[in-house]
């Protein structure tokens, strides 16, 4: 089974700060791990995936994620927020044998000026 | 890459009324399809996947159905909304290593 915990609903920054989403995941083999990003009134995008390559991925718009086995944890990472940033974000798994994905609930980034 | 084509963007409809939501995918063949609900302020659930023409697989037993006629195309199906069928429906089509490229979306609201 696997499933997949993304903690606090909602997460305000200020424009610069460290943005930080976490998620962690549970899986009984080795995931396949991904980040999407939802805009307002639209499909979600992928952001960044891992699939057992680096376990420091390096996505779109400046975001990147770390693989922490130890941790069953893929947070996200970006080093200065812009308000453009300012999305639903979404932390998904899927491991072998399901390769039907699993979502979190979501976690909605806000961006103050 | 693959193309995720979605309609309509919008859907207003009353309790009662059938609804046909349409899905069709470019770049790509026998490609895994799944559509998705969002509910306002919550995550994304799994309502129907399909691994090839005619088969189906539903995650929740509910007012809806959905059909696969051809390769690249899934079509949302409900013979009578309810208020409750509201929400934004997403497709999805599953590329390498498993990532979704997903539609833009459509927002269904019962009235």
């Known amino acids: 089974a696997q499933s997949v915990t993304q903690l606090g609903s909602h997460v305000s920054v200020s424009e610069g700060a460290l943005v930080l989403l976490r998620c962690n995941y549970s899986?009984?083999?080795?995931?396949?791990l991904f980040w999407y990003v939802q805009y307002p009134n639209q499909g979600l995008q992928l952001l960044l995936k891992?699939?057992?390559?680096?376990?420091l991925v390096k996505g779109i718009n400046g975001f990147e994620a770390e693989f922490k086995k130890s941790e069953t944890s893929f947070h996200l990472t970006k080093p200065s927020a812009h308000m453009s940033d300012a999305a639903e974000y979404f932390c998904a798994v899927s491991s072998g044998g399901s390769y039907i994905p699993t979502f979190g609930r979501g976690t909605s980034l806000i961006v103050h000026p | 890459s693959q193309t995720i084509h979605q309609w309509p963007a919008t859907l207003v409809q009353p309790v009662g009324s059938p609804l046909s939501l349409e899905c069709t995918v470019e770049?790509?063949?026998?490609?895994?399809l799944y559509w998705y609900r969002q509910a306002a302020g919550r995550g994304l659930q799994l309502l129907f996947y399909?691994?090839?023409?005619?088969?189906i697989s539903s995650e929740v037993p509910q007012n809806l159905s959905a059909s696969r006629p051809q390769d690249r195309q899934f079509i949302l199906s409900s013979k009578k909304l309810l208020l409750s069928d509201s929400g934004f429906y997403l497709c999805?089509?599953?590329?390498?290593?498993?990532?979704?490229?997903f539609g833009s979306g459509t927002q269904l609201s019962v009235l």
């Open positions: 999805a089509c599953q590329g390498s290593n498993e990532k979704l490229f």
């Open positions: 399909s691994v090839g023409i005619g088969q």
């Open positions: 891992y699939t057992s390559a680096a376990t």
């Open positions: 770049g790509t063949s026998n490609p895994n």
């Open positions: 899986s009984s083999v080795p995931p396949y």
